[in-house]
């Protein structure tokens, strides 16, 4: 294969079990078709990229590639943990005849699509308008919890890469404290990620919370808890998901100040965009501006949830068009 001379990229969302691939043109706004594959079919990226390119490019390849993964990546390069794929930008750029391969951490790409997500892509949850040129902030509970944040200055952009999901889960009142020292006689160390904001952290959530309430529940897990709290039909899972939300909202804030996000705090990951009118009727915003003397501060920070299922393409399209090799 040689360097693809047509302006076409190609664009990918890499997760463990599904990946997405599109093309897209360098100076147009337009991305095509997403494409379904599933990961365990092929032994390897490399082998994925050739098949899709085969049905898709009409046989010249794109001329540069910018893969979003779910993983950490160092030096262009992410072993993936809930796969056997390795996906290294070096290897694939000569073996595929590509220009430049990037290779993005999933959140990295959200954070660039913050910038051109319309009204209709969002659900306000309170504050102001944001100040434009300021840091815009993505935190996503998920299977992990992914925080980003995309910094511009002097017409350049970068996003920031954050491991915060690992930082220590903080309490808001006593009753916090409770359940947080349950959850270090379990875990040891409480993280946002582990304690509260994840799918497991839900499920470790709604298990601490029914030991210092002394209530004997039925084992659930995150989707479960949720179902259970928006049906009515669990008043235990209803109390988990309301905590869960208020911590969203401390955790959310304590983010935004440590990065004057300014412009915007998003949400954004698997977990929130499935009880939207649940999450607004939370404490979630009023728990988001509890930082004291710099309450006013955060009044006027907009808080939105994402609701555009395909956004890390629109990111890794922003990506591409500001970053021409």
């Known amino acids: 294969m040689g360097i693809g001379k047509t302006g076409q990229i190609l664009l990918a969302d890499i997760g463990g079990t599904n990946a997405r691939f599109a093309l897209s043109q360098r100076d147009g706004d337009q991305t095509g078709p997403i494409d379904y594959v599933k990961v365990a079919d092929f032994p390897t990226v490399r082998e994925a990229i050739v098949d899709v390119l085969a049905r898709k490019s009409g046989g ?3 001329r540069r590639a910018v893969l979003a993964v779910a993983g950490p990546v160092t030096n262009n390069r992410c072993v993936m943990t809930n796969s056997p794929w390795v996906i290294d930008g070096n290897e694939l750029q000569p073996a595929l005849g590509f220009g430049s391969v990037h290779v993005l951490n999933d959140f990295e790409v959200v954070a660039w699509s913050l910038p051109a997500l319309q009204p209709a892509d969002l ?10 040129g300021e840091p815009l902030l993505v935190v996503g509970p998920g299977t992990g919890f992914g925080v980003s944040c995309l910094v511009e200055r002097h017409g350049a952009r970068l996003a920031v890469v954050t491991e915060a999901g ?8 006593e009753r916090e404290e409770r359940v947080i020292a349950c959850l270090r006689r379990r ?4 993280s946002i990620e582990r304690g509260a904001l994840s799918g497991s952290g839900l499920q470790s959530l709604y298990e601490a919370l029914a030991e210092v309430d002394g209530a004997q529940v ?12 928006l049906d009515g039909s669990c008043a235990h899972s209803r109390a988990t998901l309301e905590m869960f939300c208020a911590t969203l909202g401390s955790v959310a804030g304590n983010l935004a100040v440590t990065f004057g996000a300014r412009g915007g705090v998003y949400i954004a990951g698997g977990i929130v965009p499935r009880f939207p009118e ?5 404490a979630f915003r009023a728990r988001f501006e509890a930082k004291g003397r710099f309450q006013d501060y955060l009044r006027n920070i907009p808080t939105r949830l994402v609701t555009r ?9 922003m990506f591409a068009d500001h970053n021409p090799d």
């Open 309 to 317: 299922p395909d956004a890390s393409f629109l990111g890794l399209k």
């Open 218 to 229: 039925p084992q659930r897990d995150a989707a479960a808890i949720t179902k259970a709290a």
């Open 60 to 62: 010249e390849p794109p």
């Open 187 to 190: 875990l040891g160390h409480v």
């Open 278 to 282: 649940f999450l607004a009727a939370s």
């Open 123 to 132: 659900i306000p949850l309170g504050g102001q308008d944001g100040l434009p």
């Open 166 to 173: 690992h930082a220590t889960l903080p309490a808001e009142n």
